[in-house]
């Protein structure tokens, strides 16, 4: 069996899907989303990799290796940013909102099976 996941892991993963799904794309690429109007060349684009990069390691929590980002450290150790996306995905356990009819509950440490066209069908009835 594999190893429990360690909450800092644990802490990683959830962090970098929601940052980079939904916050860091509108970072890197702002006209893109409608946040800016002119297309950032340059100089522009450049502050804005470091703005991400920088954001990147306070959400994780993890420290800069380099020099020049070193000072940046003491303010990740103290950011209570990582705790921001522990809140947001904190929910309780399925079977505290979902109920599980009597004749399932024989059954309902069995793995579910779906379908990958199953799937398609949910995706485009919810589209």
Same mark, same amino acid.
Request: aromatic residues 10%; hydrophobic residues 45%.
């Given at each position: 069996l594999?190893?429990?996941?360690?909450?800092?892991?644990?802490?990683?993963?959830?962090s970098?899907?929601?940052?980079?799904?939904?916050?860091?794309?509108?970072i890197a690429n702002p006209?893109?989303?409608?946040?800016?109007? &002119?297309?950032?060349t340059g100089r522009g684009r450049r502050?804005? /990799?470091? =703005?991400l990069e920088v954001l990147q390691h306070v959400a994780r929590g993890s420290l800069f290796e380099d020099a020049g980002f070193g000072l940046m450290n003491a303010f990740?150790?103290?950011s209570q940013?990582?705790?921001?996306?522990?809140?947001?995905?904190?929910?309780d356990e399925p079977s505290s909102?979902? &109920?599980v009819p009597g004749h399932l509950g024989s059954i309902s440490n /069995?793995? =579910?099976?779906?379908?990958?066209?199953?799937?398609?069908?949910i995706h485009r009835m919810l589209l």
């Amino acid at each position: 069996l594999d190893p429990p996941l360690r909450e800092a892991d644990v802490r990683v993963v959830i962090s970098d899907f929601i940052f980079n799904c939904f916050i860091g794309r509108g970072i890197a690429n702002p006209e893109a989303y409608g946040i800016i109007t &002119e297309i950032p060349t340059g100089r522009g684009r450049r502050n804005l /990799q470091i =703005v991400l990069e920088v954001l990147q390691h306070v959400a994780r929590g993890s420290l800069f290796e380099d020099a020049g980002f070193g000072l940046m450290n003491a303010f990740i150790q103290q950011s209570q940013f990582a705790s921001y996306f522990e809140i947001l995905v904190a929910v309780d356990e399925p079977s505290s909102y979902l &109920e599980v009819p009597g004749h399932l509950g024989s059954i309902s440490n /069995q793995p =579910v099976i779906i379908h990958p066209n199953d799937l398609f069908n949910i995706h485009r009835m919810l589209l």
